[in-house]
């Protein structure tokens, strides 16, 4: 796909956000990943499936983690030094060792800085962090099938060699 395509794509205002879906990644690497990931979205809030607030920080995200077989935390976060001005965080860990994260931003929300260069360095420095197989780039999850780089909204899928 052209850069063009790529650009239209990111920017389409039509209401709906654009998901960046990583395949789960180990705890650890979700460790680091979230170091990384809260010093730049450092303004906002963390809320588990309960809507109980988890403390904004890697160690108490992590620490909320591990002390539970399953669950999810979602949130809006703000940062004054990304591509993007504000995201909502999905971390999902269905009964096993490995948390699924999808990001999604509105394109409104996207700076005046912002060029797919920027868009496409920042994706590859968490998913290099996160060492997962597979980032999906899609409309607002309209297929429903998070790792299906066929369903219909994915305009970007990549695998690692």
């Not at 077989?69 to 949130?75: L, V």
């Not at 999604?104 to 360095?121: E, K, R």
Request: aromatic content about 14%.
């Amino acid at each position: 796909m052209n850069e063009a395509m790529i650009v239209e794509y990111l920017t389409d205002s039509d209401g709906s956000t654009r998901d960046i879906t990583f395949t789960p990644a180990t705890l650890v690497c979700v460790e680091e990943f979230l170091k990384q990931f809260l010093d730049a979205f450092y303004d906002g809030e963390l809320l588990d499936q309960d809507g109980e607030l988890v403390e904004l920080s890697s160690r108490d995200v992590m620490s909320y983690v591990k002390e539970r077989e399953a669950g999810c935390i979602h949130g809006q976060l703000k940062s004054s030094d990304s591509f993007v001005s504000q995201v909502h965080l999905f971390l999902d860990w269905p009964e096993d060792e490995e948390i699924a994260i999808e990001i999604s931003y509105f394109p409104s929300d996207l700076t005046d800085g912002f060029t797919t260069s920027l868009f496409f360095d920042t994706l590859n420095q968490w998913w290099n962090v996160l060492q997962a197989n597979e980032v999906f780039v899609r409309y607002e999850n309209v297929s429903w099938e998070l790792y299906n780089p066929d369903g219909p909204g994915v305009f970007y899928h990549a695998t690692k060699a």
